[in-house]
């Protein structure tokens, strides 16, 4: 049996039980759409789970035999127990919309930092602590093919981004005391996705509702599974430890080319572009947001969040991470768009 102390307290691992069943595993943030996916895919690999929930969080969603510990991020006694005995941790919970910069450094900045502090305190044998981060703390590349790449310096556009780097330099800080990797995607698409959704309801519409210039931008994305993939083969390889890694597809898309990859599917015959004027979207996501902050309710688009949609290339490259580890993305745009509207509709979303 195995245990480790929390505030004077010995607690055993896994209803004290570990034997030889190989890694533990901790993820935070399981029941987000990313979190969901690693849930199952680590279901699927047999391997054993901790998931770190808050206390008013359901259970129903989680496969079976995931051990279950509850706190906040605020609590050390809860992270202690989180964190005691783990092998690998997987951070994935944070917030995406927030009022000002110290709501995102207290929903991104500050569990990130309590998280480690409480691994350097009780887990010091961890084999690898995995941040998964944004493209938003890249910014914007200066053109649409090869992106942006981990040598280049951060220039994060939005608050969000910049928690996420202050986020990021934190986990470097501890590097020295455990290994740390850091995982950076695009725009994450799949089953279970609700951001990319509003985007499919548009186009069964025969509406492409865009902001900035919609004949010039070009993005990458990924399909859910791919990233999971790439997420876990970062955990697991050496050679990723310390490192940043852009999780992404092959190549960029333009928006005619997901219209291309959706028109099969939904049969739209045709689509009546808009694109939005920036200042007139920076109005609109002013009004949005001052009403969102009367109502005390961060509103899905603010002036911050606009400054991310007006830009061009949101673009990355992977040509790392497939040279450290191997990491290629294996779905095609045109085949996670088709699973994603068919698990849509399945759900009566579309």
């Known amino acids: 049996m195995k245990s480790c102390r929390v505030n004077g307290a010995v607690i055993d691992l896994l209803n004290g039980v570990r034997g030889d069943m190989g890694e533990i595993l901790l993820v935070t943030g399981s029941s987000g759409f990313i979190g969901a996916q690693v849930l199952r895919h680590l ?82 044998s961890l084999k690898r602590f995995l941040f998964v981060s944004s493209l938003t703390v890249a910014g914007p590349a200066s053109e649409g093919t090869g992106g942006v790449s981990e040598r280049d310096t951060p220039a994060p556009v939005s608050a ?14 501890y590097a020295a005391d455990f290994p740390v990797t850091i995982v950076r995607p695009p725009a994450v698409y799949g089953p279970g996705d609700q951001d990319v959704l509003q985007v499919f309801q548009m186009l069964a519409k025969g509406v492409l509702l865009s902001s900035g210039s919609a004949g010039r931008q070009r993005f ?12 876990m083969m970062a955990a697991r390889s050496e050679a990723a430890a310390g490192g940043i890694y852009y999780i992404t597809s092959a190549r960029s898309y333009s928006w005619d080319e997901l219209i291309a990859a959706a028109k099969p599917v939904l049969g739209f015959t045709s689509i009546c572009k808009l694109s939005l004027p920036k200042p007139l979207l920076f109005f609109v996501a002013t009004l949005i947001g001052a009403v969102g902050s009367l109502r005390g309710t961060p509103a899905l688009i603010n002036r911050d969040k606009a400054n991310e949609l007006v830009q061009d290339y949101w673009v990355c490259s992977s040509g790392k991470a497939e040279a450290d580890f191997g990491f290629r993305a294996r779905t095609t745009l045109a085949e996670g768009v088709a699973k994603t509207i068919a698990w849509y509709r399945q759900q009566g979303w579309l």
């Open 43 to 124: 279901a699927r690999e047999g391997e054993r789970v901790r998931v770190f929930l808050r206390p008013e969080s359901q259970e129903r969603a989680l496969p079976e035999g995931v051990e279950v510990v509850r706190g906040s991020f605020d609590d050390r006694e809860s992270l202690g127990r989180a964190v005691c005995g783990v092998d690998r941790i997987v951070h994935l919970a944070g917030v995406t919309k927030a009022f000002d910069e110290a709501g995102y450094d207290a929903g991104n900045v500050m569990p990130v930092k309590n998280l480690l502090e409480a691994v350097r305190e009780h887990n010091a």
């Open 160 to 173: 969000y981004g910049r928690s996420k780097l202050r986020a990021e330099a934190l986990c470097m800080e």
């Open 220 to 231: 990458s994305m990924i399909y859910v599974d791919d990233l999971v993939d790439g997420m």
